[in-house]
């Protein structure tokens, strides 16, 4: 008898407890020393393949819910080829006819609609008008507990909106605040769960709603303490001690 297992069950909490660094694709990632990166849980996005040779670290999820990343000629291999074959990819559900078969073990998500927070991404995600909402989804999905946000400026500078060049470069600025307002959400939401999501951006225009820490410090830390850990060996002493 063949057994069919739910890919998304089998990911949740895998990484209970960790710490999660999204790379985002604004241009302030480009001072950052993603070196430090390497061993750690990351999840990259659209061009953050990009940044893998140069700083000798491998991503270990990889989202796109832009199809432009997937039927672009030039940004297409970002998604496919250049991936380390290691890389677990987790793509929108409605670009699959798009996508391609290839080495990296894929996952797709449907979007159920705009603005809102999913806590399961076997029903979906909630879009934000920003891959990094697929992201830090994800990264509430696998059970982490601190969700740092490197390179997420928001900002779309017309001359520079992100830290790769373009030829026709889509400014975003008409979605911003739904970006704004989604990330501080899943902000609020993460907090109330006993979880951080944490802007490392200086630069970024999440900074008055998320709190801010910068990358160089939070990647010197270890993982957050489980309150439900701490709780339990508090439990097992306390029951020593009576013994």
Same mark, same amino acid.
């Given at each position: 008898?063949?057994?069919?297992?739910?890919?998304?069950?089998?990911?949740?909490?895998?990484?209970?407890?960790?710490?999660?660094?999204?790379?985002?694709?604004?241009?302030?990632?480009?001072?950052?020393?993603?070196?430090?990166?390497?061993?750690?849980?990351?999840?990259?996005?659209?061009?953050? !393949?990009?940044?893998?040779?140069?700083?000798?670290?491998?991503?270990?999820?990889?989202?796109?819910?832009?199809?432009?990343? =997937?039927?672009?000629?030039?940004?297409?291999?970002?998604?496919?080829? +250049?991936?380390?074959?290691? !890389?677990?990819?987790?793509?929108?559900?409605?670009?699959?006819?798009?996508?391609?078969?290839?080495?990296?073990?894929?996952?797709?998500?449907?979007?159920?609609?705009? +603005?809102?927070?999913?806590?399961?991404?076997?029903?979906?995600?909630?879009?934000? #008008?920003?891959?990094?909402?697929?992201?830090?989804?994800?990264?509430?999905? =696998?059970? #982490?507990?601190?969700?740092? =946000?490197?390179?997420? +400026?928001?900002?779309?500078?017309?001359?520079?909106?992100?830290?790769?060049?373009?030829?026709?470069?889509?400014?975003?600025?008409?979605?911003?605040?739904?970006?704004?307002?989604?990330?501080?959400?899943?902000?609020?939401?993460?907090?109330?769960?006993?979880?951080?999501?944490?802007? #490392?951006?200086?630069?970024?225009?999440?900074?008055?709603?998320?709190?801010?820490?910068?990358?160089?410090? =939070?990647?010197?830390?270890?993982?957050?303490?489980?309150?439900?850990?701490?709780?339990?060996?508090?439990? !097992?002493?306390?029951?020593? #001690?009576?013994?």
């Amino acid at each position: 008898m063949r057994l069919f297992t739910d890919p998304w069950a089998h990911l949740r909490g895998r990484h209970h407890g960790e710490t999660a660094f999204i790379l985002g694709n604004g241009p302030s990632i480009c001072r950052e020393d993603l070196s430090r990166l390497r061993g750690r849980l990351s999840i990259g996005m659209n061009a953050s !393949t990009q940044l893998e040779a140069a700083h000798g670290f491998v991503q270990t999820y990889y989202t796109v819910s832009d199809r432009r990343f =997937l039927t672009h000629p030039d940004k297409r291999r970002w998604a496919t080829s +250049d991936l380390d074959p290691g !890389t677990v990819r987790v793509l929108r559900a409605d670009l699959r006819p798009d996508d391609e078969s290839g080495p990296n073990r894929t996952l797709y998500t449907p979007h159920i609609r705009r +603005d809102g927070w999913s806590r399961d991404l076997g029903i979906g995600f909630h879009y934000g #008008c920003t891959t990094t909402m697929l992201a830090v989804q994800l990264a509430a999905h =696998l059970g #982490c507990r601190r969700i740092c =946000l490197l390179g997420v +400026d928001l900002r779309y500078a017309p001359e520079s909106p992100r830290f790769y060049a373009e030829v026709d470069p889509q400014v975003e600025d008409a979605f911003t605040s739904v970006q704004i307002w989604n990330l501080s959400n899943a902000g609020r939401v993460l907090r109330a769960e006993g979880r951080e999501l944490i802007n #490392c951006s200086e630069a970024s225009l999440l900074r008055p709603y998320l709190p801010f820490m910068r990358f160089s410090e =939070l990647a010197d830390l270890p993982a957050p303490a489980d309150p439900a850990m701490e709780t339990g060996m508090r439990d !097992t002493a306390t029951a020593c #001690c009576a013994g």
